[in-house]
């Protein structure tokens, strides 16, 4: 079998080298790329795209921007990333290594320099909001910051995750050379090799859920399937691929359950740590996390047990992280006194519509509008 060019049986000798190389890695077997090793290393890309998006806001833009800086300086907001879960690795930002060696070096050095502004300016503004077609685009943009792969892709990922991916060359050229595609995007930027790149991943998608007995399997999966590939062949080759007794917990399989505690503690998390889009070292107003991680997803688990997997306020039975799962009715963190923070005492699990319902209304006085709904006497 062959998918735009790739060869069915090659393909299907590295898929079982790369499910070999996750179970030493992790202890546990390929299953989906919503949990075990796949979901701790790469889950983060959508989240980190929906933050980055919220820095952006190109749908915000208008055209007389162009030239003040506003455009720019949001461009290297969502560039510049380090929160946390939010860290931004698919772009060579940080000046550990000098300036020149930094992925956005342009943009930088174009707050100071009114020419490169407006131009960039204007490039960003066609690509996000002018309908400047997109091959053109990109080779425009290529070279007025210097052919820096890994940016130019991070910025058409932020434009449509269905269609374009981020790339670092020599990871993914790895990649490609053990599952046997005769394709390198090494020193290689421009639009017609980005097209090639994202093509050759949606071809993977099929194989990859054959193989792995998957419905669906969406770019974003056969991006992660390429980069975990090419990170456990190269932790092979220079010996550091740590076994399974050295890291139990990394990449543990999950249950739906526990999938919705995983994910409750997260959204914790990001609540206490985010406020009006800022970011803050340790807390919010109202919404301190008085506890970590592991102590969170404890008491979410007691608390689960405690409410017999039911809703705190509603009495409805939850649905758990899964196939056929409603969105509405997954488990959500709900702090009881809405001035208060989240520690024991002051949370309750509701399902996620009440939560959205509820907000900061008092939790007394949420109780007797629900009694209202429900016809019921308050005085009863």
Known sequence: MSVAGIDGGSFRGAFDRFDELVKAKSGHPFRNFNEGLASVWESYKPRLRDHALGILRPGDWVEDEIGSGAILNRTIEAIEIQEGRHTNNLVFWQNRF?????????LLEAESDTVRRDVLEALLFGLYRGGVDEGVAFDDLRDATGARYPLLAYLYFLKDMDRFMPIQPTGFDRAFDALGIGFTTLRQCSWANYAEFNATLDGLRPLIADAAGLDDVRLVDAHS?????????????EGTLERAPDRRDEGRVL????????AMRFAVEDTARSARGQTVEHRVKNKELRMNGAALERLLTSLLELQGDRCALTDIPFHFHGSGADNNLLPSVDRIDSDGHYETGNIQIVCRFVNFWKSDTDDVEFRRLLMLVRGEDETE
């Open 98 to 106: 000098g300036h020149a060696n930094r992925d956005h070096r342009a």
């Open 225 to 237: 399937f390429c980069w975990m590939l090419s990170t456990l062949l190269k932790q092979e080759i």
């Open 255 to 262: 249950g739906g359950r526990e999938k919705s505690v995983v």
